[in-house]
């Protein structure tokens, strides 16, 4: 786990010291906001729950995902530091999950920046303490899904607008999905149910943690982490 948090720590670093992770937090935190104050002024809900599954929430996610990751493996092969890299005293799952946490740390600082408007909630009347929490954990878990996703199609590519592109098609699969499940034969729309995002996120916007919905963003993270893998240690093959 060391050389784990070492690559996290260099590629938090290269996030911080570039306009990336600022420009990418500073837009989502300035869209998130106008969607949770315009339902707070305009329709005069003191609300968390529209943030954290509503429409347009749940859509800037699976663009700003891939947008924090596209760059991650990418760039590596573009700049052809990949094969210097792997052929490094590290595993394959060390860079991966270095790479990972170092995005999902990115993310968590933007979502360290959205509890002020918790605060904004609790100071104008009680705050659920119970459905914020889980409605926060559930909006990390997509995050966390979409840029496991991001993290794999840039293994895939040394292009980041490729890669960016191919995880927002993929993101946007899981987000629309589940709200068009209707239109597919009754045989297949419980399988599509479970795939789509919106029967798992809007379970924890009303407060609910349900086992079967932390499942469902496991299977999908480790899954796309392991693809991720196993593009990494085909590379080491060539």
């Not at 003191?46 to 760059?71: C, K, N, Q, S, Y």
């Not at 918790?118 to 559930?138: H, N, R, S």
Request: aromatic share 12%; hydrophobic share 55%; glycine share 8%.
């Amino acid at each position: 786990m060391k050389n784990t948090f070492i690559i996290a720590r260099r590629e938090l670093g290269a996030y911080f010291n570039s306009p990336i992770a600022y420009v990418v937090v500073a837009v989502f935190l300035l869209l998130s906001a106008l969607l949770f104050f315009s339902a707070l002024f305009l329709q005069g809900q003191a609300d968390l729950r529209e943030l954290f599954d509503g429409f347009w929430t749940t859509l800037l996610v699976a663009i700003v995902g891939p947008a924090i990751t596209m760059r991650l493996l990418a760039e590596e092969r573009s700049n052809d530091t990949l094969e210097v890299l792997l052929t490094m005293p590290l595993t394959d799952w060390d860079v991966v999950l270095g790479k990972y946490l170092a995005a999902l740390g990115v993310f968590g600082f933007a979502m360290l920046m959205m509890a002020l408007f918790g605060v904004t909630v609790a100071m104008i009347g009680p705050l659920d303490k119970g459905p914020a929490f889980a409605g926060f954990l559930g909006l990390f878990l997509v995050a966390a899904t979409y840029m496991a996703i991001g993290l794999m199609t840039s293994s895939f590519t040394k292009n980041q607008i490729v890669s960016f592109i191919g995880a927002v098609l993929l993101c946007l699969i899981l987000w629309l999905i589940g709200k068009v499940v209707q239109i597919f034969p009754p045989t297949v729309q419980p399988f599509l149910d479970w795939l789509g995002m919106d029967r798992h996120v809007s379970g924890m916007a009303r407060g609910v943690i349900d086992t079967r919905d932390l499942l469902y963003f496991a299977t999908l993270i480790t899954s796309c982490l392991l693809v991720t893998q196993v593009t990494l240690d085909s590379r080491r093959w060539r």
